[in-house]
């Protein structure tokens, strides 16, 4: 069972970049699917989620309107599109799958986690 991230890049700010998650292993669509981000000498922080049974979507404040989770079921991946990035979005970015009793924004309650990829944004 394996999680890869990746898509990670260094951009400028305002630019886009999308990264995607890839499983092999797991089929993603019965999986809650989350993103965190990580940025250096600070806690890991929740940044979006999917849902697996009612495709619920979630994000957070500081992302809102400018990313958004999707997933294409036949390629066995969930994306993160991310918009209009800023430097404070630069961190490494993990994508996360829960199977049950997930808390989305809690990271001890996902059962496999991606490699991380580096977002890197500049001003």
């Known amino acids: 069972v394996q999680l890869q991230a990746s898509g990670g890049g260094l951009v400028q700010g305002g630019e886009s970049l999308r990264l995607s998650c890839s499983g092999s292993?797991?089929?993603?669509?019965?999986?809650?699917m989350g993103w965190f981000r990580q940025a250096p000498g600070k806690e890991r922080e929740w940044v979006s989620y999917?849902?697996?049974?009612?495709?619920?979507?979630a994000y957070a404040d500081s992302v809102m309107g400018r990313f958004t989770i999707s997933e294409d079921v036949d390629e066995n991946t969930v994306y993160l599109q991310m918009n209009g990035l800023e430097p404070e979005d630069t961190a490494v970015y993990y994508c996360?799958?829960?199977?049950?009793?997930?808390?989305?924004?809690?990271?001890?309650?996902?059962?496999?986690w991606g490699q991380g990829t580096q977002v890197t944004v500049s001003s």
């Open positions: 292993g797991l089929t993603l669509e019965g999986f809650g």
């Open positions: 996360a799958a829960a199977k049950y009793g997930v808390q989305p924004q809690i990271s001890s309650t996902y059962n496999y």
């Open positions: 999917r849902g697996s049974r009612d495709g619920t979507r």
